[in-house]
């Protein structure tokens, strides 16, 4: 193609070919539309964005949709803050599902501890930890997870050596369990990992393969001895408020006879007053009535009643009329 000259103040220029106009129109379009998609983003709703500007930290945004500056000037990292990670020790879960698979590896150099009576002990358990502060887990802590787990695996193995076997392995594994979260905590809050420890626990707790069968037998006798202690306890729970309620009904039961035979005889005592004082008002009218109602009390008792004068000399022909007809 022929080139084109201008004569611009006395000099020449030459004109820019008109073919290569879509080239241009079309690397400029790119351009735009490259930082049109770079400067767009969006947070999803379990997570935070973290914008660096030429590396350094500039902001934390939440979720949703949102504008930066273009890709080489802004950048964004995100970061899931409401997920539960974790991490295990001793022991590996290759896949979690209905019948949980482990992995086969040996992870004894986690697990094996020494306790504080000086026995060996294997101590699986799991640290369960959640995103609090964005930007101190992603700037001021060169690998997070390393830190966990070297800072976990060492408050482990000191809780575990202030307690005994016994303790470490049956008694108070919950209690050890949150004292080594408590420090855990601690250090890393000391060291701004940004974490925060959910929960730790501990998943098995077993004594060295060597040790194990001797280890069963002592589990075996021990939970023989607390199965007598809470038979006994049975019955001594079912015994003794039996006898305190049989104990309650007989006082009960004198308190009552005791009771009613105070009432009864301050009855009588009283009825002997008002007698006697109607005795004292009229004394031969109240021998009267004694008299008759001691008599008319005794002939109801009586079936067959004689009844005589006085002057009768003999009672034989009375007595002899008994049985026989009289004309």
């Known amino acids: 193609m022929k080139k084109r000259y201008i004569n611009v103040g006395g000099e020449t220029l030459e004109l820019p070919d008109p073919g290569k106009k879509p080239l241009l129109y079309l690397a400029v379009g790119i351009v735009v539309l490259f930082i049109l998609i770079s400067s767009f983003y969006t947070v999803g709703a379990d997570e935070v964005g973290i914008i660096?500007?030429?590396?350094?930290?500039?902001?934390?945004?939440e979720p949703g949709?949102?504008?930066?500056?273009?890709?080489?000037?802004?950048?964004?990292?995100?970061?899931?803050?409401?997920?539960?990670?974790k991490e295990e020790f001793g022991f590996r879960t290759v896949r979690a599902d209905v019948r949980t698979q482990y992995s086969s590896g040996d992870f004894r150099s986690e697990s094996l501890m020494l306790?504080?009576?000086?026995n060996s002990a294997l101590v699986e358990w799991i640290v369960q930890y959640r995103i609090k502060d964005p930007?101190?887990?992603?700037?001021?802590?060169?690998?997070?997870?390393?830190?966990?787990?070297?800072?976990?695996?060492s408050v482990m193995r000191q809780v575990v050596g202030d307690h005994s076997v016994?303790?470490?392995?049956?008694?108070?594994?919950?209690?050890?369990a949150i004292e080594a979260q408590l420090e855990m905590q601690k250090l890393l809050d000391d060291y701004e990992t940004g974490v925060n420890i959910v929960t730790v626990n501990l998943q098995?707790?077993?004594p060295p393969t060597p040790v194990q069968p001797a280890f069963n037998e002592v589990n075996e006798a021990r939970q023989e001895r607390e199965r007598i202690i809470n038979e006994a306890w049975k019955a001594y729970n079912t015994a003794i408020p039996r006898a305190r309620g049989r104990a309650e009904q007989v006082v009960l039961e004198a308190e009552g006879y005791a009771t009613n035979r105070?009432?009864?005889a301050q009855g009588d005592a009283d009825r002997f007053i008002s007698v006697w004082q109607e005795?004292?008002?009229?004394?031969?009218?109240?021998?009267?009535r004694f008299y008759v109602e001691t008599m008319e009390e005794i002939l109801n008792t009586i079936p067959n009643k004689i009844v005589v004068d006085e002057e009768m000399k003999s009672f034989l022909p009375l007595l002899q009329l008994k049985g026989k007809e009289v004309k």
């Not at 802004?74 to 899931?80: D, L, P, W, Y």
């Not at 306790?115 to 000086?118: E, F, K, P, Q, Y």
């Not at 930007?135 to 695996?153: A, G, H, M, Q």
Request: proline share 1%; glycine share 4%; no cysteine.
């Open 262 to 264: 105070i009432n009864r």
């Open 204 to 206: 098995d707790v077993n």
């Open 279 to 288: 005795y004292r008002k009229a004394k031969d009218v109240t021998r009267t």
């Open 135 to 153: 930007k101190n887990y992603l700037f001021r802590v060169r690998d997070v997870e390393s830190t966990i787990r070297d800072v976990s695996e």
């Open 166 to 176: 016994d303790e470490v392995i049956i008694l108070n594994r919950k209690d050890i």
């Open 52 to 61: 660096q500007r030429f590396g350094a930290y500039a902001r934390t945004t």
């Open 65 to 85: 949709l949102h504008l930066k500056l273009p890709w080489g000037i802004e950048s964004i990292k995100k970061v899931k803050t409401q997920r539960v990670f």
């Open 115 to 118: 306790t504080g009576d000086l």
